[in-house]
């Protein structure tokens, strides 16, 4: 091959496709937190704020995070927890408090509420606090960009309003993705997103009609209450 021809044959090849930047989502002032709901009648209640039980880490062991005045908080090195429970498709609701540290990016109040153990719901403190926007809170960690920045800052409780749909299978094989609509503190952050598998750190790579729900230890303490929720 003549240095002429590899001269045209390098030209001739098309740009490499550049994914499109992503645009941090608008800044959306929630109404104020009012006093906390307790769970509907029809509810399964993973987390009622007097105990881990019902909790373990990702290897079976008794979960390490802290059970105080209602809440439970990541403790950092712990490990993730996961609950004993499994469900399918689910309205799922957590509470969520991001703690008052300092740190940048993602390295304040990082943890994730993962469905299935498997698709992340970002949880960090976005609050006056850039990353990259497929990483900021309420994020499907690395696939959906929350529609809005719905944070309130650090030290407050917080709310994210999910209602999932389990991937389908049909004769072993995925026939849809699954699906979250995810509200953050009252506020429309994903609208139906269609999640084209785990996200990272998920417990597998299969997916699965049913999976627990994983709260994730990220090295920050993050504070939960009030989680639960409903089969569809
Ligand atoms: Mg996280």
């Not at 881990?52 to 880490?57: F, I, K, P, V």
């Not at 926007?133 to 960009?145: L, M, R, S, T, W």
């Not at 991937?167 to 609208?191: S, W």
Request: one cysteine or more; glycine letters at 12%.
């Amino acid at each position: 091959m003549t240095l002429l021809t590899l001269t045209v044959l390098v030209l001739a090849q098309p740009p490499a496709a550049k994914a499109p930047e992503l645009k941090a989502p608008p800044v959306v002032t929630p109404g104020a937190m009012g006093a906390m709901q307790p769970p509907p009648s029809d509810a399964v209640v993973l987390f009622d704020g007097s105990s881990l039980s019902g909790w373990a880490t990702r290897d079976g062991k008794p979960a390490g995070w802290k059970v105080a005045d209602g809440t439970m908080t990541c403790q950092p090195k712990t490990g993730d927890i996961v609950s004993s429970k499994t469900f399918g498709s689910a309205q799922i609701h957590v509470e969520f408090m991001t703690p008052v540290e300092q740190g940048e990016g993602q390295d304040r109040g990082n943890s994730g509420v993962y469905i299935h153990g498997r698709y992340e719901v970002q949880v960090l403190d976005s609050f006056k606090n850039e990353t990259y926007p497929d990483g900021q809170c309420g994020a499907i960690y690395k696939q959906h960009v929350p529609l809005a920045n719905a944070c309130r800052p650090q030290g407050q409780w917080q709310t994210y309003d999910i209602i999932f749909h389990a991937a389908t299978f049909e004769g072993g094989r995925k026939a849809n993705n699954a699906r979250a609509t995810v509200l953050h503190n009252g506020v429309l952050i994903q609208d139906n997103a269609e999640i084209t598998g785990p996200t990272g750190g998920a417990i597998g790579q299969d997916e699965t009609p049913t999976g627990p729900l994983l709260l994730q230890e990220h090295g920050h303490a993050v504070r939960y209450r009030n989680v639960w929720y409903r089969p569809l």
